[in-house]
């Protein structure tokens, strides 16, 4: 009987052992995969980046030329094209930053936190900026409210944020009113940041 008990616990322990290899192994081929994919995207990203710059400069010398031949109008064609070149490049940063993270976690399996004073306001307003397009195309509204400052890490708070917004325009619903509010409260255990809609 004990050598049965004993045969059983070895029999146990090799199982669990063969599976901490496989979740290992698992482990190992997810961290690579991370790093390919971030790698990769990183060359087309910048070359994004890059043209957005220079889209920028070629449209600044062309309102220049068009201004010296008479066209009032250029420096307003000028900012309504700018503008959104701006906010795509401002998407582009943060996804940079994200894929940053991404090669982070892929090298260390665990990505470090790193907290920074922000600017909730300034932070808000570029994520909401960089779904300009589609809150406008589906009349949504977003109104951002006086926001504290807050420590915490900047990449972790515009992917939270950002999927709030995203996921209340998505999901706002067919009424009359059509509109989401970032603002903050003093909750039980301090000041609760939030994302509302009419949905």
């Known amino acids: 009987v004990e050598n049965a008990h004993i045969l059983g616990r070895e029999r146990e322990a090799m199982r669990l052992q ?4 496989m979740l ?6 997810m961290e690579e995969m991370t790093h390919v994919v971030a790698h990769d ?9 890059g043209f957005m710059h220079v889209a920028l400069d070629e449209l600044s010398d062309l309102s220049a030329r068009l201004s010296q031949d008479g066209y009032n109008n250029a420096p307003g064609m000028e ?27 892929s090298r260390s399996a665990r990505a470090p936190y790193n907290c920074e004073y922000l600017d909730m306001n300034d932070l808000v307003d570029g994520v909401v ?12 509204t977003v109104t951002v409210e006086a926001l504290p400052p807050l420590v915490a ?8 944020l950002g999927n709030l917004v995203d996921n209340a325009a998505k999901y706002i619903g067919d009424g009359p ?7 903050c409260v003093e909750g039980d255990h301090g000041r609760e940041y939030f994302v509302r809609d009419t949905g």
């Not at 995207?41 to 980046?49: A, E, T, W």
């Not at 009113?177 to 603002?183: K, L, P, T, Y």
């Open 79 to 105: 900012t309504m094209v700018a503008d959104p070149i701006r906010d795509a490049i401002r998407s582009v940063e943060k996804l940079n930053r994200m894929v940053k993270r991404l090669l982070e976690f």
């Open 153 to 160: 890490d900047r990449v972790q708070m515009e992917a939270v």
């Open 177 to 183: 009113e059509r509109s989401v509010v970032v603002g």
């Open 129 to 140: 900026r960089s779904f300009g397009y589609a809150l406008s195309q589906d009349e949504v």
């Open 41 to 49: 995207l990183r060359s087309p990203m910048h070359s994004i980046y």
């Open 24 to 29: 290992a192994l698992q482990a190992r081929d």
């Open 18 to 21: 063969v599976e901490n290899d």
